[in-house]
Structures are given as C-alpha cells and as structure tokens.
C-alpha cells in the first residue's frame, strides 16, 4: 500500500503568504486544505471568522466597487470623447496587508488624498488648454464624489480612535462596537 504524497506546493508559483504562516488557521476549517487556502488568500480582511465584521467588510467591498464604477465612468469619458486609453504602471501600496480597522481606514483616506490631488490636477490641466467641459466633468463626476468620501473616512477615522479601535491585528471591543453603531458603514 502506498504512503499518502506529502503536501505539496503549488506549481503557480504564488507567493508564500504572511498572514498564513503566522496564523493558526481557522477555527471553522471545512476541509480546506493550507495550500488551497494560501492560493484564495487575498478574500477580505474582516470577513474571517477570527474578526467578523460584516458591516466593516461591505463598507470597503462597496468602496471597492465605487472605485471600479468611477474607473469604467471615466474610461467612458475618455472613449466618448475620442481618446485612447494607454494603461501606466501604477504603484503598490506601501504594506502588504492590512489586519486591522484603523490602518484600512488610513489607507483608504491616503488613497482617496492621492486621487482628489490627481482630479484637481486634471480639472486645471482641462481649463488650461480650453477644454471647461472635462473640467466641469472631472469636477461634478469625479472630484465631487470623493470629497464628500474623504469627509465620511475622516469622520469613521475619529470615530474609530474614540471608540476604542486597535492599530494591530488584536482588535477588540472598539472594533465591535464600531461595526455595529456606524450608520456610514452600511450606506
């Protein structure tokens, strides 16, 4: 009779991942292997069963289809007006992982910062060389969205520091109780 195969490592050639070599797994493990669970990593932060904030992980799910919705909307604008697109190479964020309600929150507004900086560009660029459409466009499709974002962050920001939230992985009663009063969180 032969000897079950040792566990093997996917051939993909995927990255070891942090968050996996440091935990203990799941609690609720439903006959999923470690290496099949390594290849989904990625799925949200505060949806596992070790954190559970349901309301958190739509917060950011809903976020990140905003952002999609406003990237299609513009590629749209682009092809309606007869441009090409030309993809660029964008930068990684500066972390790995976030693990943690108040570092995601801090990302997210860093990122919204950097995109509202980037619109305002755009708008002058449009004014400058006589284009007041995209600039009128720029500014009530896509600048105006974020600002009222970037109020709504700051505000779950504070909210989460008094509160109580953690900067780390332990979370905690702040991070309960933020899921569960932020109206924000579900809009």
Excluded at 21 to 46: D, T
Excluded at 58 to 82: I, N, P
Excluded at 127 to 147: E, I, M, Q, W
Aim: include cysteine.
């Amino acid at each position: 009779m032969a000897a079950e195969p040792a566990e093997k490592r996917l051939k993909t050639g995927l990255p070891l991942c942090a968050a996996h070599r440091s935990s203990a797994g799941s609690r609720a493990r439903h006959n999923l292997q470690a290496a099949v669970e390594e290849a989904l990593c990625g799925s949200s932060v505060f949806e596992r069963d070790d954190v559970a904030l349901p309301r958190v992980a739509s917060f950011f799910h809903q976020e990140a289809l905003k952002q999609q919705q406003e990237a299609e909307a513009m590629l749209g604008y682009l092809a309606e007006r007869g441009g090409n697109y030309c993809g660029k190479d964008v930068q990684k964020p500066g972390c790995e992982a976030v693990c943690a309600v108040i570092p995601a929150l801090e990302l997210l507004l860093l990122q919204l910062r950097e995109e509202v900086d980037v619109l305002v560009e755009l708008s002058q660029l449009a004014r400058n060389h006589g284009d007041p459409h995209t600039a009128s466009v720029v500014k009530s499709h896509f600048l105006t969205p974020r600002v009222d974002r970037l109020k709504l962050l700051g505000d779950l920001l504070t909210n989460a520091r008094r509160v109580g939230c953690t900067s780390d992985q332990t979370g905690g009663f702040g991070e309960y109780i933020l899921n569960e009063l932020q109206e924000e969180l579900t809009g």
